[in-house]
């Protein structure tokens, strides 16, 4: 095979950077000093990426889904984000991790419209934006690096991340590894950027940048405001606090199950995750007995429910960073309760008010709160969603009731009889995504999310139905 000098330089920075592994005094591949350096390098980047042809696009995404499961990087990634974040699970986290890499979409995603008649042919294509500044949570540090990079790459973009602080050196790490391999495949370097410190003041300067033309925010409130007030085009996506109603007619069984797996997946860290439970009193005991077949563990004490709030939570209005997505086993260890690994969900009955329904913990506490009928639960579910329209699950046979569920709660994600990952296509129809964007409406974002429209109009010729 003849290589040519570029190839065979990538792939030597390549083999030095497998051996340093992660090594933060060593940067280049897109790494950079400054906010202002990686805006610029990532501007100049994508002006080259534009001469690459669609199926460059599609051989660069099919990198970095390789880099990505290649079964090294994935262990490695994975423990280090669980050991640098102090959240989530490491066995949960490589599934996702994998998730994110395998079924979020690449070009396929950018469908060309067309019509035509009488007066010619228009087209209507999904073109980049340019340079994206991107937002990742320390919930889903490479996962939200994985499925924006496919996304907007797809798109034709650059992108420039701004991880979270706590998650810098598995993100640092991992953009290294993009683009070593993207340059090792032939593509311009420097299509995914990053700072060597990231902080809130450089978040700052890149939302400001005016090469920066889209931001998006994966994370809480705060920072789906702030690029909201940019004047920039935004997407958003933002916090929520997932019930799950259960009413009389599911399959109580494989509800409890569901709610358990989907509530302890990843310690809960997932925004989509079952956060709490409303459930129909003439079930309730009967679901709570099954939940507890299924790995929750109930206290019942109200001392211990109330050393439980103080511990996890800051005066009840939020969650306490340490114990975010922490295991069940850790958390009760906390409090004088000794488990083992098999208990994954801490439950408690818990009155409408309590904090621990009304907060969004990311955590495996789940509570469950009692209601007289499904009418009921529907309508407190929607209460504690607080207006997020982010994501909602319900376990039913009553077609009426799922209807009216989904038409009153207005979520992005709906899920029937499944587990909440099931919504981002774990076990469920449909592609993934980690940025799904409530707020400003794309939904589960994908490469189009990241395009603007526009629209090429041929007048009077190439259609061709009739012979005028
Ligand atoms: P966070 O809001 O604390 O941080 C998210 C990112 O924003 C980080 O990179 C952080 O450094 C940055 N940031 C936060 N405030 C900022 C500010 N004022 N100025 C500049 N940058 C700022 O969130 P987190 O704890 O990392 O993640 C958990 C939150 O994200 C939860 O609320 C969860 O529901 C949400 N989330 C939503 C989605 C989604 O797809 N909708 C996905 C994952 C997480």
Request: proline residues 5%.
């Given at each position: 095979?003849?290589?040519?000098?570029?190839?065979?330089?990538?792939?030597?920075?390549?083999?030095?950077?497998?051996?340093?592994?992660?090594?933060?005094?060593?940067?280049?591949y897109?790494?950079?000093?400054?906010?202002?350096?990686a805006?610029?390098a990532?501007a100049?980047?994508?002006?080259?990426?534009?001469?690459?042809?669609?199926?460059?696009?599609?051989?660069?995404?099919?990198?970095?889904?390789?880099?990505?499961?290649?079964?090294?990087?994935?262990?490695?990634?994975?423990?280090?984000?669980?050991?640098?974040?102090?959240?989530?699970?490491?066995?949960?986290?490589?599934?996702?991790?994998?998730?994110?890499?395998?079924?979020?979409?690449?070009?396929?995603?950018?469908?060309?419209?067309?019509?035509?008649g009488?007066?010619?042919?228009?087209?209507?294509?999904?073109?980049?934006?340019?340079?994206?500044?991107?937002?990742?949570?320390?919930?889903?540090?490479?996962?939200?690096?994985i499925?924006?990079s496919?996304?907007?790459?797809a798109g034709?973009?650059?992108?420039?991340?701004?991880?979270?602080?706590?998650?810098?050196?598995?993100?640092?790490?991992?953009?290294?590894?993009?683009?070593?391999?993207?340059?090792?495949?032939?593509?311009?370097?420097?299509?995914?950027?990053?700072?060597?410190?990231?902080?809130?003041?450089?978040?700052?300067?890149?939302?400001q940048?005016?090469?920066?033309?889209?931001?998006?925010?994966?994370?809480?409130?705060?920072?789906?405001?702030?690029?909201?007030?940019?004047?920039?085009?935004?997407?958003?996506?933002?916090?929520?606090?997932?019930?799950?109603?259960?009413?009389?007619?599911?399959?109580?069984?494989?509800?409890?199950?569901?709610?358990v797996?989907?509530?302890?997946?990843?310690?809960?860290?997932?925004?989509?995750?079952?956060?709490?439970?409303?459930?129909?009193?003439?079930?309730?005991?009967?679901?709570?007995?099954?939940?507890k077949?299924?790995?929750?563990?109930e206290?019942?004490?109200?001392?211990?429910?109330?050393?439980?709030?103080?511990?996890?939570?800051?005066?009840?209005?939020?969650?306490?960073?340490?114990?975010?997505g922490?295991?069940?086993?850790?958390?009760?260890?906390?409090?004088?309760?000794?488990?083992?690994?098999?208990?994954?969900?801490?439950?408690?009955?818990?009155?409408?008010?309590?904090?621990?329904v009304?907060?969004?913990?990311?955590?495996?506490?789940?509570?469950?709160?009692?209601?007289?009928?499904?009418?009921?639960?529907?309508?407190?579910?929607?209460?504690?969603?607080?207006?997020?329209?982010?994501?909602?699950?319900?376990?039913?046979?009553?077609?009426?009731?799922?209807?009216?569920?989904?038409k009153?709660?207005?979520?992005?994600?709906?899920?029937?009889?499944?587990?909440?990952?099931?919504?981002?296509?774990?076990?469920?129809?449909?592609?993934?995504?980690?940025?799904?964007?409530?707020?400003?409406?794309?939904?589960?974002?994908?490469?189009?999310?990241?395009?603007?429209?526009?629209?090429?109009?041929?007048?009077?010729?190439?259609?061709?139905?009739?012979?005028?």
């Amino acid at each position: 095979m003849k290589m040519d000098n570029n190839t065979i330089e990538a792939i030597i920075r390549r083999v030095l950077s497998d051996q340093e592994q992660f090594n933060t005094d060593e940067y280049g591949y897109g790494i950079f000093d400054t906010m202002d350096e990686a805006i610029e390098a990532s501007a100049a980047a994508q002006k080259e990426y534009m001469r690459h042809s669609l199926a460059d696009r599609q051989k660069y995404i099919e990198g970095i889904r390789e880099v990505v499961c290649d079964e090294k990087n994935l262990t490695y990634m994975s423990k280090l984000a669980v050991e640098e974040s102090g959240m989530g699970k490491y066995e949960h986290k490589k599934i996702k991790n994998v998730l994110a890499a395998r079924k979020s979409p690449g070009i396929e995603d950018l469908t060309t419209q067309a019509m035509a008649g009488d007066d010619g042919l228009t087209l209507v294509e999904y073109c980049p934006f340019g340079v994206i500044g991107a937002i990742a949570p320390t919930t889903n540090p490479t996962e939200t690096i994985i499925c924006n990079s496919i996304g907007m790459l797809a798109g034709g973009n650059t992108v420039v991340f701004s991880p979270h602080p706590r998650s810098k050196g598995v993100s640092i790490w991992l953009i290294k590894k993009l683009n070593a391999r993207l340059e090792e495949l032939g593509a311009p370097r420097n299509l995914i950027v990053t700072v060597k410190e990231p902080s809130i003041d450089n978040t700052n300067i890149m939302m400001q940048h005016p090469k920066i033309r889209m931001l998006v925010a994966t994370g809480g409130p705060g920072i789906v405001k702030a690029v909201m007030s940019t004047g920039k085009k935004a997407i958003g996506a933002g916090a929520g606090n997932p019930p799950v109603v259960v009413d009389e007619t599911a399959n109580i069984e494989k509800a409890a199950k569901d709610i358990v797996d989907g509530c302890s997946f990843d310690n809960n860290l997932p925004c989509i995750a079952e956060k709490e439970v409303v459930a129909v009193e003439q079930i309730a005991d009967y679901l709570i007995a099954n939940m507890k077949n299924n790995g929750a563990y109930e206290i019942k004490d109200p001392k211990v429910i109330q050393q439980l709030v103080e511990l996890v939570t800051k005066d009840g209005k939020k969650p306490v960073t340490v114990f975010v997505g922490k295991s069940a086993q850790y958390i009760l260890g906390q409090v004088g309760i000794q488990v083992g690994p098999e208990v994954k969900v801490i439950l408690v009955e818990a009155p409408k008010d309590h904090p621990f329904v009304q907060v969004e913990l990311m955590m495996p506490i789940l509570p469950v709160v009692r209601v007289a009928n499904v009418d009921e639960a529907i309508d407190f579910a929607v209460e504690a969603e607080h207006g997020n329209r982010h994501t909602a699950m319900m376990h039913s046979r009553n077609v009426d009731k799922l209807t009216r569920m989904a038409k009153e709660i207005e979520t992005t994600i709906f899920v029937k009889n499944g587990p909440s990952y099931a919504g981002i296509g774990v076990g469920g129809m449909g592609h993934t995504t980690f940025t799904i964007a409530g707020p400003t409406g794309e939904g589960l974002t994908s490469a189009k999310s990241f395009c603007r429209i526009r629209r090429c109009v041929m007048k009077d010729a190439f259609h061709i139905r009739d012979k005028q």
